[in-house]
């Protein structure tokens, strides 16, 4: 036992240092609304809120994500450093968890156990769950299913009614970190189930309510606070574009769990005919593991490889539709197979020579693993080293381009933020690809804008006025009435402004209002807006702003 702890303990540290380049980073990507927008993050006296409110500005509903989240702003403010080392801790718990599920559900060894928690713990499928903070969801998801199974196996094999207990918690713990715990976790209890025959089914059926129950209760508590489905996105595909292009991304799912290169972070997919290369070859993949299946008994280690595989990569293949078709990090719970499949090689491997040419191979793919994750970490500083590199790979990379035209945007190159963020509102109906439209036409607007290309800017805002909402809609207000102010039309400045005055949270907009309140002959309203909202007390100093607004 002893020896065991040692050994988990000393793969922790090699997983740490591996990871050790991912903490001195910045916030990216989703975390700048999340994190230092506070759309994810509620105060420590209101957490309980959580699990009443929407996660962040989206359809999902994921508490124990904005209970992580806010915890961390109350920790470490505004530095993103302790963010990124809490990611790297959970890490270290996924890989924990992944030891004793792998070594229940697969019935493996310490040893065998062991290695695929190393392989889990440097795997390329980790750099974005661990690098990026806004993706924190799959890291818990992930941890409390395999936690769930694992405790759900005690139970069966202990009889000890304190594990189920413990199991449905860890179950709801899972649910409220991400919405596919719905579905990976009866995945996984169908597939041990199977392979045993269904014999606890029909022993403990009563337990299994307990897990219905639970599911029925997280349900009723979502739809309460989310009752809108999640972001669908549009696809138009027929039928043979829709199966042909689900299989060209069930086909790279399956190499990134094998390939241990890093890869490439655009969700720009290739609509593609079921008739081409990338879809046959899924098709045959599928096909031999169906034979391998029918050729092994049901409670065989193969056996449940096959199905874990197909149960833990389904949802990436957006049946249910997801905001990004594609993207590296649904493979990421998938990724014990990649060491599960090297222990069974390894089994059926006896002649000499063979082992040593593999234990070469295999030591080869795993330093390439160590170096690919290692070196990824340093991608994180900010959106300029992460997105630049894969719109480079990837033109297609919409959702890159607009991180990259926001990340110019905030320094004040407008040139440069035009280019990119005209690239990600291109249309191309060959391929499917996500970025937030109504962001991304703010943004270029507010670029249009800062080179006095007035015409072009009122016209983007002017589209999305009908459609946008939040603080989004805010953004596109103000951007019109400043639009107004140098068309000096100030009877439309106030008129855009005046039915929000109370959700603007800075002080631009307000001192726009008040300008345009004195330009139209309502001083006192203006004089009322400074006292009242921006809180101006001494009455001489609003005198000023009045005369210098005149």
Known sequence: MKREKLLLTLVLIIIFLVHSGYINNGFTWLDHGDIEGGRAVLPLSRLQQAFFT????????????????????????????????????????????????????????????????????????????????????????VMFTFVTI????????????????????????????????????????????????????????????????TAIFYIILRIQTVPEFWTEQSQNLNLNEAIGTRLSVFLSQLLNIIVPFQSGLSDATLITKITTVKPILA?????????????????????????????????????????????????????????????????????????????????????????????????????FTLFNPEVKKDNNFKEGHFYLGDYYLRRGNFKEAEKHLEVSLQENPKLI???????????LAGAYL?????????????ELIKKSSGNNRLMVLYNLAVISERKSDYEKVVNLLKNEVNQWQEPQPLLLYVKGLVKIGRESDADNILKNKLFVIDKQKRQEIIQSAR
């Open 433 to 443: 690809a996500f970025v937030d439209r109504s962001a991304a036409m703010t943004n």
């Open 54 to 141: 929407r996660f962040g500005e989206t359809n999902f509903y994921r508490p124990l994500v904005t209970i992580l989240n806010s915890t961390d702003v109350h920790l470490y403010g505004r530095s993103a450093q302790g963010f990124h080392l809490t990611n790297i801790s959970l890490y270290l718990l996924v890989v924990v968890a992944t030891f004793y599920f792998v070594r229940t559900f697969f019935e493996l060894s310490k040893r065998e156990s062991l290695f695929i928690a190393f392989v889990v713990g440097i795997h390329p499928l980790t750099i974005l769950p661990v690098g990026a903070i806004s993706y924190r969801q799959e890291l818990l998801t």
């Open 283 to 383: 098709i045959l993949i599928l096909f031999a593991g169906l034979i391998l299946v029918l050729r092994n008994k049901k409670n065989s280690i193969l056996f449940r490889l096959v199905f874990f595989v197909l149960i833990m990569l389904l949802p990436a293949l957006s049946i249910i539709p997801l905001p990004r078709f594609n993207s590296p990090h649904y493979g990421f719970i998938a990724a014990p197979a990649a060491g599960v499949i090297v222990i069974l090689i390894a089994g059926f491997i006896t002649n000499k020579l063979a082992k040593s040419v593999f234990l070469i191979f295999i030591s080869t793919w795993l330093l390439i693993m160590i170096v690919s994750t290692f070196r990824a970490g340093f991608q994180f500083k900010d959106d």
């Open 150 to 213: 694992t405790t759900y196996l005690k139970f069966f094999e202990t009889k000890k009614r304190i594990w189920i207990i413990v199991s449905l918690f860890f179950w709801l713990l899972a649910l409220f970190s991400k919405e596919t715990a719905l579905f990976w976790v009866p995945g996984l209890i169908f597939i041990w189930e199977s392979s045993q025959g269904f014999e606890n089914l029909r022993q403990q059926f009563k337990y299994f309510l307990a897990f219905l129950f």
């Open 450 to 462: 800062a080179q006095q290309k007035f015409g072009k800017a009122e016209k983007l805002l002017e």
